[in-house]
T-cell receptor, first 111, second 115 residues
Framework: TQLLEQSPQFLSIQEGENLTVYCNSS?????LQWYRQEPGEGPVLLVT?????EVKKLKRLTFQFGDARKDSSLHITAAQPGDTGLYLC???????????FGSGTKLNVKP | EAQVTQNPRYLITVTGKKLTVTCSQN?????MSWYRQDPGLGLRQIYY?????VTDKGDVPEGYKVSRKEKRNFPLILESPSPNQTSLYFC????WGQGTAHEQYFGPGTRLTVT
């Protein structure tokens, strides 16, 4: 059983559409990170959110940490083919030693 | 160039034959960790280390060993590999402490097949 549930698992959309990826848990995390992974490579950090209710923006990507620090969302505005990849959320334990990853959302943006 | 290196990148072995996957980082990071990635399961943490000689179990430590004798190296040892350890393995490193989760830098991965 995954501690962090990500949805949807797969998403195939046209260029220019908006999308939201969700990361949910019944556990509280000290922080939540979002990574993006390309085929054949390791994940690369996009953002870390720490405070409940926190919202961070990275160009067309908006990240939100739930008020109770149990869930998070990633919203992409006007998706582009370059956004294609596997998006992973990762929750950190209370002492920041252990990390729990979601199962990932595979995004395909068609031109 | 700041990086995490893993060797080998690909390995096919047989059940029971001991193997070691090496991991090295050149960023002077205190924290290092090993993950395995399986389809539909995301990354699962195997072991982690907060500094030299300090290691602890992650979520799926069974069948694995690690050591941290030097700050830059964190090898993963499979004493008696089994087919259920066939997976894609990632090593990662980061700063540690100061009451926050730091960015983890991942290696390129090691694809292991145990027959």
């Amino acid at each position: 059983t995954q501690l962090l549930e990500q949805s949807p698992q797969f998403l195939s959309i046209q260029e220019g559409e908006n999308l939201t990826v969700y990361c949910n848990s019944s556990s509280v995390f000290s922080s939540l990170q979002w990574y993006r992974q390309e085929p054949g490579e390791g994940p690369v950090l996009l953002v870390t959110v720490v405070t409940g209710g926190e919202v961070k923006k990275l160009k067309r990507l908006t990240f939100q940490f739930g008020d109770a620090r149990k869930d998070s969302s990633l919203h992409i505005t006007a998706a582009q083919p370059g956004d294609t990849g596997l998006y992973l959320c990762a929750g950190a334990s209370y002492n920041f030693n252990k990390f729990y990853f979601g199962s990932g959302t595979k995004l395909n943006v068609k031109p | 160039e700041a990086q995490v290196t893993q060797n080998p990148r690909y390995l096919i072995t047989v059940t029971g034959k001991k193997l070691t996957v090496t991991c090295s980082q050149n960023m002077n990071h205190e924290y290092m960790s090993w993950y395995r990635q399986d389809p539909g399961l995301g990354l699962r943490q195997i072991y982690y280390s907060m500094n030299v000689e300090v290691t602890d179990k992650g979520d799926v430590p069974e069948g694995y060993k690690v050591s941290r004798k030097e700050k830059r190296n964190f090898p993963l040892i499979l004493e008696s590999p089994s087919p259920n350890q066939t997976s894609l393995y990632f090593c990662a490193s980061s700063l540690w402490g100061q009451g926050t989760a730091h960015e983890q830098y991942f290696g390129p991965g090691t694809r292991l097949t145990v027959t």
